[in-house]
């Protein structure tokens, strides 16, 4: 589950069958790979409440269940100073062992059932636009070397790796011939055969198209 669609949530105390709060946002413990809590609407360093993800008994497509528990403070502050809010990715930069800037943090997949972090998503330095995201890659928590207040130091080969893929996912596919080119292109071939072409008849094109919609030649 991308763990932004966990905002907006209600946050439900399961024993006394009551909301006690929305999800404003997450808090990662980076250096184990792992949900640490949620921070409720009004919640850390403004007062409110927040939920310990230990607290957390199930995560449904409406609202995030929570034992007894979990009525607020669940967030130790001992914990506070290793928490990142997932609000502050973007402001985590990704760099390789090798001395490159791989993108900056900007989302999580987590498995809800566990919080553990599937992969981590990085948007690149490069790209992007007035009407075009920049490209982005999946980052697997195993490849990452080092994690400090503000920087990520991560395995090269597996940022080339990730970039290469996404590179190749990205790449646009050729339209499909409509039926009209289809049937123009028959005719041709067979007008061209039947003219002979000068008595060469390998000159004259094929009649198949690739799956781009490329005609072979």
Same mark, same amino acid.
């Given at each position: 589950?991308? =763990?932004? /669609?966990?905002?907006?949530?209600?946050?439900?105390?399961?024993?006394?069958?009551?909301?006690?709060?929305?999800?404003?946002?997450?808090?990662?413990? $980076?250096?184990? !790979?792992? @949900?640490?809590?949620?921070?409720?609407?009004?919640?850390?360093?403004?007062?409110? &409440?927040?939920?310990?993800?230990?607290?957390?008994?199930?995560? +449904?497509?409406? *609202?995030?269940?929570? %034992?007894?528990?979990?009525?607020?403070?669940?967030?130790?502050?001992?914990?506070?100073?290793?928490?990142?809010? $997932? !609000?502050?990715?973007? =402001? @985590?930069?990704?760099?390789?062992?090798? +001395?490159? $800037?791989?993108? !900056?943090? /900007?989302?999580?997949?987590? %498995?809800?059932?566990?919080?553990?972090?599937?992969?981590?998503?990085?948007?690149?330095?490069?790209?992007?636009? $007035?009407?075009? =995201?920049?490209?982005?890659?999946?980052?697997?928590?195993?490849?990452?070397?080092?994690?400090?207040?503000?920087?990520?130091?991560? %395995?090269? #080969?597996?940022?080339?790796?990730?970039?290469? /893929?996404?590179?190749?996912?990205?790449?646009? /596919?050729?339209?499909?011939? #409509?039926?009209?080119?289809?049937?123009?292109?028959?005719?041709?071939?067979?007008?061209?055969?039947?003219?002979? !072409?000068?008595?060469? *008849?390998?000159?004259? &094109?094929?009649? =198949?198209?690739? #799956?781009?919609?490329?005609?072979?030649?």
């Amino acid at each position: 589950m991308d =763990s932004a /669609s966990l905002r907006g949530r209600a946050v439900v105390n399961v024993q006394q069958a009551q909301k006690i709060g929305t999800v404003e946002d997450v808090l990662f413990d $980076l250096p184990e !790979n792992k @949900i640490g809590g949620l921070v409720l609407q009004g919640g850390l360093f403004r007062g409110g &409440p927040t939920v310990a993800w230990s607290e957390v008994r199930s995560v +449904g497509k409406d *609202a995030v269940m929570v %034992d007894a528990t979990g009525e607020g403070g669940g967030v130790g502050r001992d914990e506070e100073g290793r928490l990142t809010r $997932l !609000n502050a990715f973007r =402001s @985590i930069k990704v760099v390789t062992d090798t +001395g490159n $800037l791989g993108g !900056n943090l /900007s989302g999580a997949d987590i %498995d809800t059932a566990t919080g553990q972090v599937n992969h981590y998503v990085v948007t690149t330095p490069d790209g992007g636009g $007035l009407f075009r =995201s920049a490209p982005t890659f999946a980052l697997p928590p195993q490849a990452i070397l080092g994690v400090g207040p503000d920087l990520l130091t991560v %395995d090269a #080969s597996v940022i080339e790796t990730s970039t290469a /893929s996404g590179r190749a996912a990205r790449a646009p /596919s050729r339209p499909r011939p #409509s039926a009209r080119q289809r049937r123009i292109a028959r005719l041709t071939a067979r007008s061209c055969r039947e003219r002979g !072409n000068g008595g060469n *008849a390998a000159l004259c &094109p094929l009649e =198949s198209w690739d #799956s781009g919609g490329v005609r072979t030649i």
